[in-house]
Nanobody, 118 residues
Framework: QVQLVESGGGLVQAGGSLRLSCAAF????????MGWYRQAPGKQRDLVAA???????NYADSVKGRFTISRDNAKNTVYLQMNSLKPEDAAVYYC????????????WGQGTQVTVSS
């Protein structure tokens, strides 16, 4: 499977901002959609934001208006700009792609930890 490396997480106070990066060691051009997911302690992994090959975006209701997903095909990189962070945003954030048949594109890696203090 394709390797995906997340970075950019850290400790931030509520109301602050972070930009996460996802470097894919494979071309994202052929992938139907790339997405960011997060998993908080004791909870399942949920989709936060997604962007299709055509540029359409979708966000979880909890992050609409605060997070922005983008991509750079030339760099095979997907970004997640996170503004107005809340304590409930704290989680490990992962990236991955989805094929047209629904299969995940790459392996689930270590993710990047986002911690938000109140």
């Amino acid at each position: 499977q394709v390797q995906l490396v997340e970075s950019g997480g850290g400790l931030v106070q509520a109301g602050g901002s972070l930009r996460l990066s996802c470097a894919a060691f494979g071309s994202i051009f052929r992938i139907n959609a790339m997405g960011w997911y997060r998993q908080a302690p004791g909870k399942q992994r949920d989709l936060v934001a997604a962007i299709t090959s055509g540029g359409s975006t979708n966000y979880a209701d909890s992050v609409k208006g605060r997070f922005t997903i983008s991509r750079d095909n030339a760099k095979n990189t997907v970004y997640l700009q996170m503004n107005s962070l809340k304590p409930e945003d704290a989680a490990v954030y992962y990236c991955n792609g989805r094929r047209f048949n629904g299969d995940y594109w790459g392996q689930w890696g270590q993710g990047t930890q986002v911690t938000v203090s109140s």
